[in-house]
């Protein structure tokens, strides 16, 4: 967004007026709120904010101009924080609350929505973790990884798919010039943690949690499940899929996923069965592919929009 | 004007919003409802689920599009991707009319994701029912737009809220999506008499009515969509089915969603002043 402004428009006569007004509020309302959840008490000029709302906003008997741009400001963090806690509960339950709420809203600040919808709000949350590692430090590894992972799960959920590769067409192409492309929602993604499982982990305590929630002795439940462990680092690959439109997370052997990587990349059959390297036998190619084939994962190489995971 | 031009010549009853906590119910039981509402933008995705529950909705039921972010009052021009998928959902859907807000909430292409009131003013109204018109050209379907509720008024406003509604649709040529429930919330907020506003904007162009549930708080009165509909909100229906005729209604209930034949039996409600309105007319 462009730099509000320095004053509302105080009269709205064309296009640009209504572009300017536009401007100021949408600044006002998407500041970052304060430690108690209040419109910031300043302007970005130092002004006092009271006086700079009373410039366009009129007060009621019994709001004033600072009181009804601040429900708007406070709106707009509550709809965005549970937007993103909504798509990443395995990331919040990795920092805790505090943690969350300080990178979710120093994301947001830097990244404001530029999309119509608010699925694609954690599209740049991986990316901002590594490039402010102070915000989730001591965990900012982890952190990456369980924002790509979840992430790869909005993609899974809807993003789009193409026909399904025939067998057929495979048997007719020989595997030096035969490329298949990986189907669109499929994310394969090469992790330092178990991720899957702690995701997993963390859905199933939120589950037990909901489903405690009217029982007597709930908080006792509540400080139970407080906390799924922290995975141990352990070298993981995966691919976040869905299959008869449900998601699904696939272990994969480490040379299943270079053939896979590879296949994705626009390598050959042949060059991508190489990178699953020596030890690869073709029984265990004859297995992978068949189970790739029964879920559907691979389409056509060259009309794929696939995002680079790994 | 139970069918007019403003949304297709339908001649729909009363529709509840599709919500994720009644798919299960609505695939399994196929229970009889007039018609479904559906918020656009859930759909407007390339695959997966969504569109697979859908195209199952549309197999049995009527569904009518609603936006929320289409923003016909942001001095933006529309985003052609937007719009591309957009018009994709209405062929797929075959929405007799469309609505979306009076209302903007995107600037330079940043989105705030609210319904954010207009400053009432003849450029604002032109600018506004421009957008509309080539909106509609575009999608090729009646668009009616809705009132939002609101919690702040603009100095540089030059009319009231129903005589901006007015003249922006009268601009565009487009129908109204007369939200009863917002129109009192913004009375309660604002000071206006909610009949003001009924009574003033043009009956004839009025092609669907929501009715929903809101929250009072000390200060002000927040549209929630959390409750049953409130006494008042009623009334004002009424009196709205009086002026405007039998007209498609929606009621919104969109948090602390409770079990779907409750959510309907709300809706149903609407009939008790369907009723009066008819008799009202003979």
Request: proline residues 6%.
């Amino acid at each position: 967004m462009k730099r509000p402004p320095k004053h509302a428009p105080s009269r709205i006569a064309s296009t640009d007026d209504l572009r300017a007004f536009q401007r100021m509020m949408a600044s006002a309302i998407t500041r970052p709120l304060t430690a108690d959840d209040k419109l910031q008490p300043r302007w970005i000029d130092g002004r006092a904010m009271d006086k700079v709302a009373a410039e366009f906003i009129k007060p009621n008997d019994r709001l004033t101009s600072f009181e009804r741009l601040q429900l708007y400001n406070r709106m707009y963090w509550f709809r965005l924080f549970d937007a993103i806690r909504d798509d990443c509960p395995g990331l919040l339950a990795a920092l805790g609350e505090r943690a969350f709420g300080r990178l979710t809203q120093a994301y947001l600040a830097r990244h404001p929505s530029r999309s119509f919808t608010l699925r694609d709000l954690c599209s740049r949350l991986e990316r901002f973790i590594l490039e402010e590692p102070r915000l989730t430090a001591p965990r900012t590894a982890l952190a990456a990884e369980i924002a790509r992972f979840e992430w790869a799960q909005t993609v899974a959920f809807d993003g789009p798919a193409r026909p399904v590769i025939a067998a057929s067409h495979l048997a007719r192409t020989p595997p030096s010039r035969l490329r298949i492309g990986l189907q669109p929602y499929i994310t394969l993604l090469e992790l330092r943690h178990p991720i899957d499982t702690y995701v997993i982990a963390v859905k199933r305590r939120d589950a037990l949690r909901s489903e405690a929630s009217n029982t007597p002795g709930a908080a006792a439940v509540h400080r139970a499940f407080r906390r799924a462990a922290l995975p141990r680092p352990r070298r993981t690959h995966v691919a976040v899929h869905r299959h008869n439109n449900r998601l699904f997370y696939k272990r994969l052997d480490p040379a299943a996923f270079r053939i896979l990587e590879a296949l994705g990349s626009g390598s050959t059959l042949s060059r991508a069965i190489a990178a699953g390297g020596p030890r690869v036998t073709p029984a265990q190619v004859k297995a992978w592919f068949g189970s790739w084939m029964a879920l559907g994962w691979f389409c056509a190489y060259g009309n794929k929009r696939r995002r680079a995971a790994s | 004007m139970p069918a007019n031009r403003f949304n297709g010549h339908s001649d729909y009853g009363i529709g509840i919003g599709l919500r994720v906590p009644h798919y299960s119910h609505i695939l399994s039981k196929k229970p009889v409802v007039d018609w479904f509402e559906i918020i656009s933008e859930n759909f407007m995705v390339e695959g997966g689920r969504p569109l697979q529950l859908l195209d199952t909705i549309l197999e049995q039921y009527r569904v009518v599009q609603h936006g929320v972010s289409m923003y016909f009052g942001s001095a933006d021009k529309p985003d052609r991707t937007h719009l591309k998928r957009l018009k994709g959902l209405v062929k797929r859907t075959k929405t007799p009319w469309l609505s979306d807000h009076l209302c903007w909430g995107s600037v330079d292409g940043t989105y705030t994701h609210d319904l954010l009131p207009m400053p009432y003013t003849f450029a604002a109204a032109r600018r506004t029912a421009e957008k509309i018109r080539q909106i509609r050209d575009y999608l090729e379907v009646p668009i009616c737009v809705e009132n939002v509720s609101s919690y702040a008024e603009f100095h540089a406003s030059e009319m009231t809220e129903w005589e901006f509604l007015t003249e922006v649709v009268e601009l565009a040529d487009c129908g109204i999506l007369l939200d009863v429930n917002n129109i009192y919330v913004s009375s309660k907020n604002h000071g206006f008499n909610p009949y003001d506003y009924v009574n003033n904007v043009p009956h004839h162009r009025v092609g669907q009515m929501h009715i929903a549930g809101h929250t009072k708080f000390e200060k002000y009165i927040l549209d929630t969509h959390d409750h049953p509909v409130l006494d008042p909100v009623w009334k004002l229906y009424a009196h709205a089915t009086r002026l405007c005729g039998i007209t498609a209604t929606l009621l919104e209930w969109d948090d602390k969603i409770p079990s779907f034949d409750e959510v309907h039996g709300e809706a149903l409600k609407a009939n008790e002043f369907i009723d009066g309105a008819k008799k009202a007319a003979v």
